[in-house]
């Protein structure tokens, strides 16, 4: 499985502030896809970021509150805009495996809490 | 609304005994099926996949699938306390999204040494 990195690990932001959140990987990655886990609950997809085009955002899920975005096949960011207590959430990004898009592989994520 | 329905637990096992973790779903037409283990303050880790009816193992661990009965299950043979953590069980949703993955809000479970 391929290597994934997120920047930063956590953070504590002030309401009304916006975090960019950064995902890495070690092999290149023809889509990349942010979760969100609210406290207690399981992952929800937040969208799908595909290099070359935009992001494809669930229900739910709006490109003012989190843009994306995916310079490369290896790179992509997720920002949090103008927060609130309720997006104080671990902010996970995925990857398919080779050969197996269905089959997804996570980053360590971030835990955010908005104050 | 495509669901995913676990049982939340907390499930507790002694250490050597089979822990039983049950999913079921609503989307008749998914295709593939994971279970994700999650320890706490850590992000998931896939620890099986299966995508036919029937079992399929892996080590210790089962996957057993039946489309019929949109339901399936994570058989833990032999559960030590490093098996304590969430499992998550997660199905790609039909209409030609295959990466779409729905969760279930997850088992945790408790081997008791």
């Known amino acids: 499985s391929a290597v994934i990195s997120q920047k930063p690990s956590r953070d504590i932001c002030q309401r009304g502030t916006s975090l960019t959140i950064q995902c890495q990987v070690d092999s290149q990655v023809t889509m990349m896809f942010w979760y969100r886990q609210q406290p207690g609950q399981s992952l929800t997809l937040i969208a799908t970021?595909?290099?070359?085009?935009?992001?494809?955002?669930e229900s739910g899920f709006v490109i003012d509150k989190f843009p994306i975005s995916r310079p490369n096949l290896t790179f992509s960011t997720l920002t949090v805009s103008n927060m609130s207590p309720e997006d104080s959430s671990i902010y996970l990004c995925?990857?398919?495996?080779?050969?197996?898009?269905?089959?997804?592989?996570f980053g360590p994520g971030t835990r955010l809490l908005v104050l | 609304q495509k669901e995913v329905e676990q049982n939340s637990g907390p499930l507790s096992v002694p250490e050597g005994a089979i822990a039983s973790l049950n999913c079921t779903y609503s989307?008749?037409?998914?295709?593939?099926f994971f279970w994700y283990r999650q320890y706490s303050g850590k992000s998931p880790e896939l620890i099986m996949f299966i995508y036919s009816n029937g079992d399929k193992e892996d080590g210790r661990f089962t996957a057993q699938l039946n489309k019929a009965s949109q339901y399936v299950s994570l058989l833990i043979r032999d559960s030590q306390p490093s098996d304590s953590a969430t499992y998550l069980c997660?199905?790609?949703?039909?209409?030609?999204?295959?990466?779409?993955?729905?969760f279930g809000k997850g088992t945790l479970l408790t081997v008791n040494p």
């Open positions: 970021a595909n290099q070359g085009s935009e992001a494809t955002y």
């Open positions: 997660a199905v790609t949703n039909s209409g030609g999204s295959n990466y779409k993955l729905t």
């Open positions: 995925s990857v398919p495996s080779t050969g197996s898009e269905e089959t997804q592989y």
């Open positions: 989307d008749r037409g998914s295709q593939s």
